[in-house]
């Protein structure tokens, strides 16, 4: 971590924000605070440079236009692939998740390179969008509860060797190859096809990037009422039947 505090970097909020994912930011900045660390948070707009300073970084999803504008961008500007190789945390969410893969489909039915931060290649699906609440169980290597989460793409995500599942789905489609997949992650990079945003709806992601950030195995307690009912709400709205 940065030897002043905790520097957490929300990557172009101008392109990449749909569904509440700038919550994800607030939810870690908020989690840190608790825990009396000092935080330092920087919004970098898609015409800044990526600073490869950063200890956090947050991307989220968007839409097809604006996620080829940001690969573009974030391919040119190389902060944020530094960034990894210093070994900082990343966390990506939809289109930001298809960026830190090998390759995707863009707006224009071609093929856009990404970062290749993750062993995924993400395709376009042709049969129904993937919409809805999903619920899923995270790799128990990471030592977190059951995800809970809103679907909304038609991206479909194939993993690569060197790529995790983050979780198997309980409910929902996840990557869409019917695999039972969920997102990906790679030692420090994660990525989840997850809105919600998801960090409110399952604090203790938020928890894993911070210790992650701090090279610690735990962080003091605080208060997760707030989470907690919102957690039982949305999982008993998944699991109720239509």
Not at 62 to 74: I, S, V, W
């Amino acid at each position: 971590m940065s030897d002043s505090s905790l520097r957490l970097v929300w990557v172009y909020p101008d392109l990449l924000s749909t569904y509440g994912d700038q919550g994800n930011v607030l939810v870690v900045e908020r989690r840190a605070l608790q825990r009396g660390l000092s935080v330092e948070r920087v919004d970098v707009r898609s015409d800044q440079p990526v600073p490869t300073s950063g200890d956090i970084y947050l991307i989220g999803g968007g839409e097809d236009r604006p996620q080829r504008l940001a690969a573009e961008r974030l391919r040119r500007d190389g902060g944020l692939s530094r960034a990894a190789s210093n070994g900082a945390i990343i966390f990506s969410v939809c289109a930001g998740y298809q960026i830190l893969g090998h390759e995707f489909i863009n707006d224009l039915g071609e093929r856009e390179g990404g970062l290749g931060l993750i062993d995924v290649i993400s395709t376009r699906g042709e049969g129904e969008r993937c919409v809805g609440d999903v619920l899923a169980d995270i790799d128990p290597r990471l030592g977190l509860p059951q995800l809970t989460g809103f679907e909304n793409h038609q991206g479909i995500t194939h993993l690569g060797p060197t790529a995790r599942p983050f979780a198997r789905t309980v409910l929902g489609k996840g990557n869409g190859t019917g695999d039972g997949t969920e997102g990906a992650y790679n030692d420090t990079v994660f990525g989840t096809y997850m809105h919600g945003p998801v960090m409110a709806r399952n604090p203790q992601i938020a928890d894993l990037l911070l210790k992650l950030a701090l090279d610690v195995n735990a962080l003091p307690p605080t208060d997760d009422r707030w989470y907690e009912a919102l957690r039982a709400e949305r999982i008993a709205a998944a699991t109720q039947p239509a």
